[in-house]
């Protein structure tokens, strides 16, 4: 074997195991923030349901488990954070009284609202010099996805809190208004097809938001320099 061919093949070697090391760090990273995620869940959700529920909804004014999802993400990167919103999705199903429903529902909202960040990322080739996070990173940059991720994620619930209260919640369609906009004269089908984009519009603008100045505003990320 020749000098070149020599280095050449450490290269690849150490390209290789960089690789492996990065994998191992977003499976364990999924594996601890799903579990997190599932002990918010478990414990302090239900403690904290009543406080925080938007009357007539079933929702929350703030999403802990999707704050936990979302925070995965910007630290471990792609893989790591769809598998931790999967594993805690699964792990929610024994505690959430809304289940499969309600998990089903946190699930399908935050992948909508990172599945637009992840395509633009999906755009960028790690040169060695930039990584994808430090693309995320850039104010610019979290603001478009962000918002094209929010747009999504409300066209998606609208149709899925349409279809769930016409079928599963139909009991439970009267009950629903716009009191928290102080409309409690609008119920029904009306107050979910009004109030459904304005509350996933709130809360995108947390999941995305309280998760990235906690990443990047502490600099977390460039302290674990996982992606």
Avoid at 43 to 51: D, G
Avoid at 82 to 89: D, F, K, R, Y
Avoid at 149 to 159: H, K, P
Wanted: one cysteine or more; aromatic letters at 10%.
């Amino acid at each position: 074997m020749s000098e070149v061919e020599g280095k050449e093949f450490f290269e690849e070697q150490e390209s290789f195991m960089s690789r492996r090391s990065q994998l191992t760090l977003q499976i364990v990273g999924a594996a601890l923030f799903s579990a997190l995620s599932i002990v918010v869940g478990a414990l302090l959700t239900p403690t904290l349901t009543n406080l925080i529920r938007i009357p007539g909804w079933f929702i929350a004014i703030i999403d802990l488990i999707s704050l936990v999802w979302v925070l995965c993400f910007y630290l471990f990167g792609v893989k790591a954070g769809i598998l931790c919103c999967i594993i805690g999705t699964v792990g929610l199903m024994p505690f959430d009284p809304s289940a499969p429903v309600g998990p089903l529902m946190k699930l399908a909202a935050t992948l909508s609202l990172i599945s637009v960040p992840i395509l633009f990322l999906r755009l960028y080739k790690r040169d060695g010099t930039i990584k994808k996070s430090q693309k995320l990173k850039k104010p610019h940059n979290i603001i478009v996805y962000g918002a094209l991720g929010t747009l999504l994620r409300i066209i998606v619930m609208v149709i899925l809190n349409v279809i769930v209260f016409l079928t599963i919640f139909s009991l439970f369609l009267d009950q629903v208004s716009l009191e928290f906009l102080g409309l409690p004269q609008i119920t029904g089908m009306t107050a979910v097809i009004i109030g459904a984009p304005i509350i996933n519009a709130w809360q995108s603008a947390l999941d995305l938001g309280i998760p990235y100045f906690l990443v990047y505003g502490t600099k977390l990320d460039e302290r674990l320099n996982i992606w």
